[in-house]
């Protein structure tokens, strides 16, 4: 579970101590990026509560969603489609679908020790 964690901090850093500006044309592909690596964290986070975590499937998976979401902008700006949102939409839903089950799995857990307890 430090994996994940260790990223988002040095994310977390790094926009806060740089002051990069993204230009207006990049902003679509930064969106989807930033989508694609909170979907890839929280669905390591949920991995680690499902004792299943793999370093290896969290990293090519962080770096295929990533390229997989830069090419379907990409595409989407030849083309003139804003195909983009098909990635927004996917990995939204993934997001939150991986938030509901850690969500779940927290209380899930907090509550068998609780039970536990007594």
Same mark, same amino acid.
């Given at each position: 579970?430090?994996?994940?964690?260790?990223?988002?901090?040095?994310?977390?850093?790094?926009?806060?101590?740089?002051?990069?500006?993204?230009?207006?044309?990049?902003?679509?592909?930064?969106?989807?990026?930033?989508?694609? *690596? !909170?979907?890839?964290? %929280?669905?390591?986070?949920? $991995?680690?509560?499902?004792?299943?975590?793999? @370093?290896?499937?969290? &990293? +090519?998976?962080?770096?295929?969603?990533?390229?997989?979401?830069?090419?379907?902008?990409?595409?989407?700006?030849?083309?003139?489609?804003?195909?983009?949102?098909?990635?927004?939409? *996917? !990995?939204?839903?993934? %997001?939150?679908?991986?938030? $509901?089950?850690?969500?779940?799995?927290?209380? @899930?857990?907090?509550? &068998? +020790?609780?039970?536990?307890?007594?």
């Amino acid at each position: 579970m430090w994996l994940p964690l260790l990223f988002l901090i040095i994310g977390v850093t790094l926009g806060i101590l740089t002051d990069i500006r993204i230009p207006d044309a990049y902003s679509d592909y930064l969106s989807i990026a930033v989508l694609a *690596a !909170f979907d890839t964290l %929280l669905g390591g986070i949920r $991995a680690q509560l499902e004792k299943n975590f793999d @370093d290896t499937v969290f &990293l +090519t998976g962080f770096f295929f969603n990533i390229t997989l979401a830069a090419v379907l902008a990409f595409i989407g700006v030849q083309l003139g489609v804003d195909l983009y949102l098909a990635a927004v939409f *996917a !990995f939204g839903v993934r %997001l939150f679908r991986n938030l $509901a089950m850690i969500r779940r799995m927290v209380i @899930d857990q907090k509550l &068998l +020790t609780k039970f536990r307890k007594k």
